[in-house]
């Protein structure tokens, strides 16, 4: 065997192994239905069935399967606001997403280039940033609501299509997603080499073309790498914001589904949000190649 075909083995193989070893490991600590005669309040032995096990309320995987089939099987369909098909779901949790995660991007971005290039607005600006950024988007989504309470979009009938709640939920998002951004991008202009902008000043460039001539082709790196942890942050954020707002979506069902008690449904909730948080990673991923190759 060559070392090409063992490469591809243990791309494929390895990740089935461990895959493998988590369905085992769910298997044995999730609760097993047990039948057992135990007498009554009047003394009387009775069959009853009870579950068992180091987490008896944990579904097993075969469980979680049947309880989420539908879901799956149909992953579109729409039989009502807060019962669609998993990936209908999915795409709208994406919509809001995108919303706020470009929101981040526009803002974070520009802010970032402002304290790569001057220390005086750095030292003015990184304590409050040192203060926001770690705010909790449980704590940002109220101060929406209050900020965005006068927002209210109504169509030719009247009906309101973007309120309130729909400014706190890309508020929410932005500010969250926002901040690896900002900090990835001013450190890649921080680390632009003293010598390119040398180059520029013996060139005479305009300061607009020594930005996109010189600063935004050396910062790139960096700013991809903040992309990436923004669109990561973003969609853990949404869970969040639509578990608060109620609306239609994977964070959405999944706290209907908590309310309801259907732990293989959770279970189902986690998973998507996990895969499709991978995938995300990894479309970036693509797309930074795509920027570093042309």
């Keep these: 065997m060559n070392w090409l075909t063992r490469n591809k083995l243990d791309d494929w193989i390895l990740p089935l192994i461990g895959v493998v070893a988590v369905l085992v490991f769910w298997q044995i600590i999730s609760g097993h239905t047990e039948t057992k005669k135990v007498p009554d309040e009047f003394g009387d032995i009775v069959t009853k069935t009870v579950k068992t096990g180091i987490s008896k309320d944990l579904p ?7 309880a989420s089939k539908p879901y799956l099987v149909e992953p579109f369909a729409k039989r009502g606001e807060l019962d669609q098909g998993i990936l209908s779901f999915t795409k709208l949790s994406l919509i809001l997403v995108t919303q706020g995660y470009l929101i981040a991007l526009i803002l974070g971005t520009p802010l970032g280039f402002f304290l790569g290039l001057s220390k005086k607005f750095t030292k003015a600006a990184d304590p409050i940033i040192q203060v926001l950024r770690p705010v909790s988007p449980l704590a940002w989504f109220p101060l ?5 309470s006068s927002v209210k979009l109504v169509d030719g009938s009247g009906k309101t299509f973007f309120g309130t709640s729909d400014a706190a939920a890309l508020f929410t998002i932005a500010i969250c997603a926002m901040w ?4 990835n991008t001013a450190v890649g202009v921080r680390a632009v080499p003293q010598d ?9 460039l305009s300061r607009s073309k020594t930005l996109w001539k010189v600063l935004v082709p050396a910062t790139l790196p960096y700013m991809f790498t903040g992309f990436r942890l923004s669109l990561g942050i973003a969609w853990l954020v949404i869970v969040a914001v639509e578990m608060l707002t109620g609306r239609p979506g994977v964070g959405g069902f999944l706290w209907q589904e908590y309310n309801a008690g259907s732990y293989a449904r959770i279970i189902l909730c986690i998973l998507t949000i996990g895969i499709i948080g991978l995938v995300l990673d990894r479309l970036m991923s693509m797309v930074e190649r795509r920027f570093k190759t042309a």
Aim: charged share 15%; glycine share 4%.
């Design 60 to 66: 097993t995987p075969v469980e979680t399967w049947k």
């Design 144 to 148: 929406g609501l209050i900020l965005f």
């Design 180 to 183: 690896p951004t900002v900090m």
């Design 196 to 204: 390119y902008l040398n180059v520029a000043k013996v060139l005479k």
